[in-house]
């Protein structure tokens, strides 16, 4: 996939209070690029099922979280890597996956602003993680 945006506030008169207008400004939450590609990869078992691989990329250009875009509200640009092996049974009634998160532990900030009392606050991607995920589908009796 592959995403683009030229998004700006053609008027926002008052925006940030009685004359201060955004006209012109990035609109908050629009990132000009963004981009992803995935991979998967099924390996039928016989009666058990099939194995199934997949890892994908994602990535996200700068962006502002304010409209005032002012450089303590921009988030920029990151890339996350995830990917995951399993199997799945035949019928589809049970799954086992193993998964791994932001596996190349980018600790990029993917939120940041600045409050009304004027404190800078962020909040980060989440570290790399991984997990084994079962899974039951009872309606599948």
Known sequence: TYGYSDSVFDEFKDGGGPGVDYDGNDTVDAPSSSYSVGLQYVQPLGSVGELVASVDYSFRDEFYT????????????????????????????????????????????????????????????????????????????
């Open 66 to 141: 304010n409209p005032n875009n002012l450089e303590a509200n921009v988030v920029g640009d990151y890339d996350l890597v995830n990917a995951r092996i399993g199997i799945e049974s035949s019928e589809g009634a049970w799954a086992v996956f193993l998964w791994g998160k932001n596996l190349a532990d980018a600790d990029d900030v993917n939120d940041q602003s600045v409050s009304f009392l004027g404190v800078q606050r962020a909040s980060y991607i989440q570290p790399r993680s991984y997990g084994l995920t079962f899974k039951y589908n009872f309606g599948s009796l």
